[in-house]
């Protein structure tokens, strides 16, 4: 897959300004169909067996989340790893080297519920805002099918940091946003364009109301230099031993799980 694009110092300064940027045509629609066959069959193995959906709580209703799927697919493997989507990560954050976090898939089903309002760093025990999700839809996303919405300028703020993705996070998020004169952006998706958005940026998804699903592939970039948090809390340390086993707190995030991907070797 090859990718060209190269985000300058526009697109840099709009996305620290505002904590996401949308960009288009960056990767070819036929890379992607490709690539979603393959992504699917994996899928198809390992999802986990689910209740219905009016069986699920909120979080269970948005999405079905399959994490470091790089590890379990060559295909994948090659997605994850391309340099040209990490150069994008490094070009848009302003450092000169990106390693990875983790990939997850995200899949909303027909009917699958919203997204709430959340920001993803809480999970995170990291010791950086140099953080960013690349969020790649695998086929159009119209705003009906849950594309991703955000509030600009939320990613330098404090508030509701200790909030999961939960109803909580929901309400206080919507209220907040709503009341503090944020502007919301919430784009539809052509097959081919992706987003970019901080750790701490304030975002949510719509419901998926098409008799399809949408199926999104996200990768997790990090700045090759981040330490972990000093005192990461008990949620960030399931994430730490998820995705960066066995380093101490204050310890460079450098396992097998987090190789550099820009610049590549
Ligand atoms: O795809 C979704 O519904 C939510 C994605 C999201 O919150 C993220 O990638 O951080």
Request: charged letters at 25%; hydrophobic letters at 35%.
């Amino acid at each position: 897959m090859q990718i060209n694009t190269v985000p300058g110092e526009k697109e840099r300064i709009q996305y620290q300004k505002n904590g996401f940027i949308h960009l288009s045509h960056i990767i070819k629609p036929d890379d992607l169909t490709t690539f979603k066959k393959d992504l699917r069959v994996l899928m198809d193995e390992l999802e986990p067996e689910r209740p219905p959906l009016e069986e699920r709580d909120t979080y269970g209703r948005a999405f079905t989340q399959v994490t470091n799927l790089w590890q379990q697919s060559d295909v994948v493997r090659d997605f994850v790893f391309n340099e040209g989507l990490a150069r994008i990560a490094a070009a848009i954050m302003g450092v000169d080297s990106v390693r990875l976090y983790h990939d997850q898939a995200l899949f909303k089903e027909p009917g699958g519920g919203p997204t709430p309002w959340h920001v993803d760093q809480v999970y995170w025990p990291l010791d950086t805002n140099n953080t960013c999700t690349l969020w790649i839809p695998l086929q159009d996303v119209p705003l009906e099918m849950g594309a991703l919405g955000f509030a600009a300028g939320t990613h330098t703020k404090q508030e509701g940091r200790d909030l999961l993705i939960s109803d909580e996070s929901e309400t206080f998020y919507s209220d907040w946003v709503g009341n503090s004169g944020f502007s919301l952006s919430q784009d539809a998706f052509e097959l081919g364009d992706i987003s970019i958005h901080n750790g701490w940026t304030v975002h949510f998804a719509g419901s998926n109301r098409s008799a399809k699903p949408r199926e999104v592939m996200t990768i997790i970039y990090m700045d090759a230099e981040t330490r972990l948090l000093k005192k990461p809390s008990d949620t960030q340390l399931v994430d730490r031993d998820a995705f960066i086993p066995g380093v101490k707190p204050g310890g460079l995030a450098d396992t097998h799980l987090n190789p550099i991907l820009y610049p590549g070797k």
